[in-house]
Each structure stands twice: as structure tokens, then as C-alpha cells.
């Protein structure tokens, strides 16, 4: 079974950074692309930033130039970093992951999610 676990949420004034970490465990063959999502009360959950296997990467406009994503193959682990954070950004972040088990299954998981609260 695939299983996602993230770290690295929290409190932080405007304009600070945090680190987001989620790292993949099981049996898996391969990871095709592993990305961050957010989402806060009655809306729907949101790209933030996603990457590929190659390394291609995509971002939320709101959060360009700000936010940066970055992918361990070997550790199969995913981090965004963000940087000069807003209020509006408040959210419970999810990581996603997507590939193949042994099996040649697709799998598609996502994490339990961690807040991130931008506030002074």
C-alpha cells in the first residue's frame, strides 16, 4: 500500500518561508509525477505546484515566482519551498503522488494534509 507522509507545516507572519516535505513508503515501481495541493474551508482543494518524473514543473499563478517545488527520485520525496507567504495562502496543504505499483497498477495517493497559517 502507498502511503504519503508530510511535514513542515505551520504558523508564520507575512513574508516569511516555510518548507514542505512528503515523502513516499510501499511497494512501488515507479513515480510519474508528485505534486502539492491546498484548500480551505468551502472551497475546492487546488493545484499549488506539481512535478514530473523529468522534472517538468507547473504552478498555481498566484503562487509564481514565490513558491518552488522539487523532487527527489532516489527518496522518492517532494518539497515546496515557500517563500514571502501571504495570508491569502492559509490552507490545509495536501501532497499527491501518482505512478505504478510492482503490479503495473496505477496508483493515485494523497497525504493526510498539514496546515500552513500565514498571520501576524
Known amino acids: 500500500q502507498v502511503q504519503l507522509v508530510e511535514s513542515g507545516g505551520g504558523l508564520v507572519q507575512p513574508g516569511g518561508s516555510l518548507r514542505l516535505s512528503c515523502a513516499v513508503s510501499g511497494s512501488i515501481f515507479r513515480i510519474n509525477a508528485m505534486g502539492w495541493y491546498r484548500q480551505t474551508p468551502g472551497k475546492q482543494r487546488e493545484l499549488v505546484g506539481r512535478?514530473?518524473?523529468?522534472?517538468?514543473?507547473i504552478y498555481a499563478d498566484s503562487v509564481k515566482g514565490r513558491f518552488t517545488i522539487s523532487g527527489d527520485n532516489a527518496k522518492n520525496t517532494v518539497t515546496l519551498q515557500m517563500n514571502s507567504l501571504k495570508p491569502e495562502d492559509t490552507a490545509v496543504y495536501y501532497c499527491n503522488a501518482q505512478g505504478l505499483i510492482p503490479s503495473l497498477r496505477n496508483f493515485d495517493t494523497w497525504g493526510q494534509g498539514t496546515q500552513v497559517t500565514v498571520s501576524s
Open positions: 512535478i514530473t518524473l523529468g522534472g517538468s514543473t
